[in-house]
């Protein structure tokens, strides 16, 4: 197999590759190919792709930027998302 998982002294897994696997070139699939694309085209007419529910490191960025409360700045993101 060219990976397995082993289990770190920390107890996490992680993946045991074959160098020589590692080393060859693989093409993309057609459909990472289309993905990359249109994550291309979104970047060139300045579109962002940003999570439905926000972080509260979000939350509180939009908080301190506009000098509201976080229940607010959490409206205002909920309400801009849902204008468009």
Do not use: W
């Not at 993309?28 to 970047?43: C, F, G, I, N, Q």
Request: hydrophobic letters at 50%; glycine letters at 6%; aromatic letters at 4%.
């Amino acid at each position: 197999m060219a990976r397995d998982l082993l289990r770190g002294d920390n107890g996490k897994f992680f993946a045991k590759v074959d160098p020589a696997m590692a080393l060859q070139k693989h093409k993309p699939s057609a459909a990472l190919e289309h993905a990359l694309k249109a994550v291309e085209s979104m970047r060139v007419v300045d579109l962002a792709v940003v999570p439905g529910i926000p972080s509260e490191p979000m939350i509180m960025a939009g908080a301190l930027a506009g000098q509201i409360s976080p229940e607010t700045a959490r409206r205002v993101y909920q309400a801009m998302l849902a204008a468009d």
